[in-house]
C-alpha cells in the first residue's frame, strides 16, 4: 500500500478501477494552523455505483465500527466489487484522540449534521465534512455504540417504513431493530434528507473492541453488499430472528444514589417487573423501578452513581 494521499475532497476519479486507496481529506485547521485531516479508505471496483459510505466515531469514543472498516477491506475482493466503498475508519478527529464522546466545543455531532457553511467550530466541521464526503455517497451505514457507562445489545436505528433502509436494517442480522424516523441533526438524517438511505448501527460497548460484536458488523455490511448487487456472496442471516421495535424510549432515576439494574440486555420484561434499585451511601434501599409496560431491554446503565435523572435502561416496545 502507497502513502495515503493527501486530498481535499472525495473524488472517484483519485482511485483507478479495481484497487483500493487511502487518503487523507483535510477539513479544517487548528490553533496552530495544522491541518486536521479525516482519514478514508476507497475501494473501487469494475464498476464505478453504487458508492457505499461506511462511518465510524462520530462519537469519538466509540470504536467497534473502526476494525469493522478496516476487516471489511482488508477481505474485499477488489477484481469482484461492482461498486465503490468509502470507509471513514475515524469522523470525529478532536474526540477520537482525547477518547471523548462530544467534539472539541463540547457539541455532539450526531445532533448537528449537516452543519453550517459559515457556523462555529463543530458546525463548520460537519459542513465540511458532510459536503467533502457523504454527499458522494449512495448508501450510508453509521457505525455507533452505547456511550460511556452504558452497555448495549447489537441493535440498528433505522426508519422502518422506508423500503430500502428497513431492508438494509433487516440485512444487518441485530439482536434489534428499532423503528425511528430519521431524526434532525443525526448524520443518518442529514443523509436521508438528501436522499441517501442510512441507517445507523449500535454495535455494543464504547472505548473498546468487542470481537463478537465486530464480527457481526462485519457480516452485516457483506449483507448488504450482496443485497446491493456489489458482489455475489450469499447473504447471511442469524440462527436467531431480529426483534422489531416500533419505539423505545429511557428510563431514568428520580432520585440520587447508588443504581443496581437487575435485568440483562435483551431480556424480554413484563409489566410491573422489577428493573432497577435505588440504595443510599449506607446501603438503605430508597426506591425500587419497575417496568411501566411490556418490553425488552435494548440498553442499561452499568454506572452505579446516579444523580437524579440518571438513565437506568432502554426499553424497546415490540409491536
Ligand atoms: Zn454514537
Given at each position: 500500500?502507497?502513502?495515503?494521499?493527501?486530498?481535499?475532497?472525495?473524488?472517484?476519479?483519485?482511485?483507478?478501477?479495481?484497487?483500493?486507496?487511502?487518503?487523507?481529506?483535510?477539513?479544517?485547521?487548528?490553533?496552530?494552523?495544522?491541518?486536521?485531516?479525516?482519514?478514508?479508505?476507497?475501494?473501487?471496483?469494475?464498476?464505478?455505483?453504487?458508492?457505499?459510505?461506511?462511518?465510524?466515531?462520530?462519537?469519538?469514543?466509540?470504536?467497534?465500527?473502526?476494525?469493522?472498516?478496516?476487516?471489511?477491506?482488508?477481505?474485499?475482493?477488489?477484481?469482484?466489487?461492482?461498486?465503490?466503498?468509502?470507509?471513514?475508519?475515524?469522523?470525529?478527529?478532536?474526540?477520537?484522540?482525547?477518547?471523548?464522546?462530544?467534539?472539541?466545543?463540547?457539541?455532539?455531532?450526531?445532533?448537528?449534521?449537516?452543519?453550517?457553511?459559515?457556523?462555529?467550530?463543530?458546525?463548520?466541521?460537519?459542513?465540511?465534512?458532510?459536503?467533502?464526503?457523504?454527499?458522494?455517497?449512495?448508501?450510508?451505514?453509521?457505525?455507533?455504540?452505547?456511550?460511556?457507562?452504558?452497555?448495549?445489545?447489537?441493535?440498528?436505528?433505522?426508519?422502518?417504513?422506508?423500503?430500502?433502509?428497513?431492508?438494509?436494517?433487516?440485512?444487518?442480522?441485530?439482536?434489534?431493530?428499532?423503528?425511528?424516523?430519521?431524526?434532525?441533526?443525526?448524520?443518518?438524517?442529514?443523509?436521508?434528507?438528501?436522499?441517501?438511505?442510512?441507517?445507523?448501527?449500535?454495535?455494543?460497548?464504547?472505548?473498546?473492541?468487542?470481537?463478537?460484536?465486530?464480527?457481526?458488523?462485519?457480516?452485516?455490511?457483506?449483507?448488504?453488499l450482496s443485497y446491493l448487487e456489489m458482489t455475489d456472496d450469499e447473504i447471511e442471516m442469524p440462527a436467531v430472528p431480529t426483534v422489531i421495535c416500533e419505539k423505545s424510549y429511557w428510563i431514568y432515576t428520580d432520585v440520587g444514589g447508588l443504581l443496581r439494574v437487575h435485568v440483562d440486555l435483551m431480556q424480554a420484561?413484563?409489566?410491573?417487573?422489577?428493573?432497577?434499585?435505588?440504595?443510599?451511601?449506607?446501603?438503605?434501599?430508597?426506591?425500587?423501578?419497575?417496568?411501566?409496560?411490556?418490553?425488552?431491554?435494548?440498553?442499561?446503565?452499568?454506572?452505579?452513581?446516579?444523580?437524579?435523572?440518571?438513565?437506568?435502561?432502554?426499553?424497546?416496545?415490540?409491536?
Amino acid at each position: 500500500m502507497e502513502e495515503p494521499k493527501i486530498i481535499q475532497e472525495f473524488n472517484l476519479a483519485d482511485t483507478p478501477p479495481k484497487s483500493i486507496r487511502h487518503y487523507w481529506v483535510e477539513l479544517i485547521t487548528d490553533g496552530m494552523n495544522n491541518p486536521m485531516r479525516v482519514p478514508i479508505m476507497v475501494a473501487r471496483g469494475a464498476q464505478d455505483y453504487p458508492i457505499l459510505g461506511l462511518t465510524a466515531a462520530v462519537h469519538g469514543n466509540e470504536l467497534n465500527g473502526i476494525p469493522v472498516i478496516q476487516r471489511l477491506f482488508s477481505e474485499i475482493d477488489i477484481n469482484e466489487l461492482k461498486g465503490t466503498i468509502v470507509g471513514v475508519p475515524v469522523v470525529n478527529i478532536p474526540s477520537f484522540i482525547r477518547k471523548k464522546r462530544r467534539f472539541n466545543d463540547g457539541v455532539d455531532l450526531n445532533h448537528i449534521m449537516p452543519g453550517k457553511e459559515n457556523g462555529n467550530v463543530s458546525q463548520v466541521y460537519a459542513y465540511r465534512f458532510f459536503q467533502k464526503l457523504v454527499k458522494h455517497f449512495d448508501y450510508l451505514l453509521d457505525l455507533h455504540t452505547a456511550s460511556l457507562g452504558r452497555v448495549n445489545s447489537y441493535y440498528v436505528r433505522a426508519d422502518m417504513k422506508h423500503p430500502v433502509t428497513r431492508k438494509l436494517a433487516m440485512l444487518q442480522g441485530a439482536q434489534l431493530i428499532v423503528h425511528n424516523p430519521p431524526s434532525d441533526g443525526t448524520l443518518r438524517g442529514a443523509a436521508h434528507a438528501i436522499d441517501i438511505p442510512a441507517i445507523t448501527l449500535e454495535v455494543g460497548n464504547p472505548n473498546t473492541f468487542q470481537r463478537k460484536m465486530i464480527k457481526s458488523g462485519i457480516i452485516g455490511v457483506d449483507n448488504v453488499l450482496s443485497y446491493l448487487e456489489m458482489t455475489d456472496d450469499e447473504i447471511e442471516m442469524p440462527a436467531v430472528p431480529t426483534v422489531i421495535c416500533e419505539k423505545s424510549y429511557w428510563i431514568y432515576t428520580d432520585v440520587g444514589g447508588l443504581l443496581r439494574v437487575h435485568v440483562d440486555l435483551m431480556q424480554a420484561v413484563k409489566k410491573g417487573d422489577l428493573l432497577a434499585s435505588m440504595r443510599d451511601i449506607f446501603g438503605n434501599l430508597i426506591k425500587e423501578y419497575f417496568a411501566p409496560e411490556d418490553g425488552v431491554v435494548i440498553g442499561k446503565s452499568v454506572s452505579p452513581v446516579n444523580q437524579t435523572g440518571g438513565r437506568i435502561l432502554h426499553l424497546g416496545i415490540v409491536k
